[in-house]
């Protein structure tokens, strides 16, 4: 580096720059430039917020001159000559204003300290490279100022880069640091089941400190291209095979599945040797999770019954029900149900002008009120308590409000407890289906979409009936064929969690300490989600393959209910049969072993939506329909149960046993007195 400054700069101080005529930049302007860019760019910055933005401002103020300095101490080999000291003196304010302009001006100080990566690097580089430009141009446009040695801004540029980006890693690896300690130290030792995206992303969290109580020891993961590798400086320590053998020898108290694609029978196996070992076990969020907001990103949760039911949640795309329902008056008739309400909560979210919400029963539809009141409080919300047997009140909600989309999700759906209320059956699954569909053509509905069941193929019970004859007047009754309405129907197996699902019902044994009652060893039902399922029905109500058809989702394969059992017995933190003991209790009236989704005149059809079928059927006969439709009926006003039985074998002639049998029985003894109080024609509940 030469000597010789003369070349560069004069030899003595220039008085004019000191004092800075009325054009230039004295310290009173730059108090006045500094007081009026507080003023206006933090003016909207409140609470915590506005304090780490003055923070930044000011440590960015301290370190603008420091990063200036050390570029003068370079370029002359750390001694800087006197005239130079001034020239730095007279020039730093310009810096001083530009730099930290710049840097919040790109957005710098948004940056989150924990999660600086290399985005917020570049964004560094390019608010210093902007700055030192400008400050390039300052120094040429303003005669006053001296010659600065071209050096000296790009040794700045460079100083500057350095020092902000080594303080923004600086911190972020602080953090870290403290961050793996305290998880080292109270922290529950852990193993993850898995080293690909997931996992990763489970222990960036745990670095930056956005989850607490886990402390990462190893990884599992059964692709050989992974062993020996470090992810967030966690090994890879071995494969499933060795997980008992890893678990003992690294003292782990908590195993964390984080492969999305773990198979059901893993994950079994897994929770089996965990609750034996006393070992916890948790898995990450899905996607789905994500996208529905059921959970956040990173923290692992509870393994649910869901992830072992065999199949993946299917993830369906609800931009085009958006597109229809938005801005539109649906209603929505079982509102405050577990398939209703769920329904309506999904289309909430989809921005309906009005949702009408039709329920008898008043307290779960008075707090189905307040949840989606809450959650969306601009939303024309209309609760209604009203039977849908009554016909008079729905024409009158009809008239009223005039709905576009209609989904009936209101049925009796308990099997063994219908058998014994078959005229209740009959009024509301069959009466009430009718009442509505026809409100519907009547008053200009464009989509009316039924919820039905895998239970009204073959149907073995009068539950399974009388959602099979709901199907026929949906989608056969001609004087709803003829009306400007599209009917659909949408058929699934059973929800998981539902009201009175077999789900809750083994918590509550288990949580009683058992037993847990199942009916036959080898039964078994096809499961899906309560979310799940509403997705279909609103994909449905769109869908233009799907008019005047069933839709129906590809399920996967039928769940046994003794493993079910066994697992949610796991999942609270039991052995079966050891700890909560399993009973078989045998079927029940209207039961069968196993379900099914189409029956022999019936054809499963692909659509261009991935896993979900519509099925095909020959053409019914529409009179005959109105006929047995029309003596269902008046053996129902009549009380005749015998008739009444004989009609929906007649309109269910494809139904089986036990079903079969009880009307065959039924029709044969003609009626059976159950004692006084009955009268001739009435029949007692039929006795298996």
């Given amino acids: ?38 003023s206006t760019r933090l003016a909207s910055v409140r609470g915590v917020g506005r304090i780490r933005h003055l923070l930044f ?31 730095f003196r007279d020039t730093v304010p310009i810096l001083v204003v530009l730099r930290p302009t710049c840097l919040i001006l790109f957005g710098v100080h948004r940056g989150w300290l924990r999660h600086v990566g290399v985005h917020d690097l570049i ?39 350095l020092i902000f980006g080594s303080g923004l890693l600086l911190l972020r690896v602080l953090r870290e640091l403290r961050s793996e300690w305290a998880t080292a130290v109270a922290g529950k030792r852990a193993l993850i089941v898995g080293a690909g995206d997931a996992a990763a992303g489970l222990l960036h969290d745990l670095r930056v400190g956005d989850l607490r109580g886990i402390h990462p020891v190893g990884l599992v993961d059964d692709d050989p291209g992974k062993r020996k590798l470090r992810i967030h400086g966690v090994p890879v320590v071995g494969t499933t095979k060795h997980l008992k053998s890893l678990i003992v020898r690294h003292r782990i108290r908590l195993l964390v599945v984080a492969d999305p694609a773990a198979a059901r029978n893993q994950l079994q196996w897994i929770m089996e040797w965990c609750v034996e070992s006393g070992v916890e076990v948790k898995i990450l969020p899905s996607l789905g999770d994500l996208l529905r907001g059921e959970s956040r990103f990173g923290p692992p949760r509870e393994i649910r019954v869901e992830d072992l039911l065999g199949r993946r949640a ?27 309400s769920e329904l309506a909560r999904q289309l909430a979210d989809l921005a309906p002008e009005r949702l009408i919400l039709v329920d008898k029963a008043e307290s779960p539809l008075y707090f189905m009120q307040l949840a989606i009141g809450r959650a969306h409080p601009y939303l024309k919300l209309v609760p209604t308590i009203t039977d849908i047997t009554h016909r008079r009140h729905l024409e009158r909600i009809f008239a009223q409000y005039r709905p576009a989309y209609v989904f009936h999700a209101a049925a009796y759906k308990h099997v063994p407890l219908l058998e014994s209320h078959i005229e209740e059956a009959v009024r509301n699954n069959v009466l009430g289906t009718l009442n509505v569909a026809e409100c519907a053509a009547r008053y200009g509905v464009e989509h009316f979409v039924l919820i039905s069941t895998d239970k009204a193929v073959h149907p073995s019970s009068i539950m399974g009936a009388t959602k099979r004859i709901a199907e026929r007047i949906t989608l056969d009754l001609p004087r709803l064929r003829a009306s400007g309405t599209t009917f659909r129907a949408v058929r699934f197996g059973n929800v998981l969690g539902s009201n009175g699902s077999v789900v809750p019902l083994f918590r509550a044994q288990i949580a009683a300490g058992g037993p847990v009652t199942v009916t036959h060893p080898e039964v078994t039902r096809y499961f899906m989600t309560c979310s799940e399922a509403a997705r279909l029905v609103l994909l449905a109500a769109v869908q233009p393959e799907a008019a005047g058809r069933i839709s129906m989702l590809d399920m996967g394969e039928q769940v046994s209910i003794v493993e079910l059992a066994e697992n949610l017995i796991r999942l609270s933190g039991f052995e079966p049969y050891r700890d909560i003991p399993i009973v078989f209790t045998g079927m029940r009236p209207g039961e069968k072993l196993h379900e099914e989704l189409c029956s022999e005149v019936e054809r499963a059809v692909a659509t261009p939506i991935d896993k979900i079928q519509i099925i095909q059927t020959d053409a019914a ?53 159950a004692g006084s109080g009955h009268r001739p024609g009435s029949l007692a509940p039929l006795v298996r």
């Fill in 1 to 38: 580096m030469p000597t010789t400054v003369s070349a560069f700069v004069p030899t003595y101080p220039n008085p004019r720059f000191h004092e800075i005529p009325s054009g230039g930049m004295d310290e009173s302007t730059v108090r006045h430039t500094v007081r009026h860019f507080l």
């Fill in 57 to 87: 401002l000011a440590v960015t103020v301290v370190l603008v001159p420091v990063a200036y300095w050390f570029a003068f101490l370079v370029r002359f080999d750390g001694v800087v000559p006197e005239p130079y000291v001034m020239l």
């Fill in 123 to 161: 964004t560094l580089g390019w608010a210093v490279t902007f700055s030192s430009l400008l400050f390039a141009l300052v120094l040429a446009l303003d005669p006053p100022i001296p010659a600065l040695p071209r050096s000296i801004p790009i040794l700045d540029w460079g100083c500057s880069v």
């Fill in 621 to 673: 006969d529409g009179h005959e329909l109105e006929a047995g439709l029309d003596r269902l009926l008046k053996s129902l006003r009549a009380g005749d149960r015998v008739a009444l039985l004989t009609a929906i074998q007649a309109l269910v002639p494809e139904c089986v046993d036990p079903l079969r049998s009880s009307i065959l029985a039924a029709v044969q003894r003609g009626y059976v007195h």
């Fill in 314 to 340: 299917i993830e369906l795309d609800l931009s085009a029900v958006r597109a229809r329902v938005q801005g539109r008056t649906v209603l929505v008739t079982g509102g405050a149900g577990s398939i209703g």
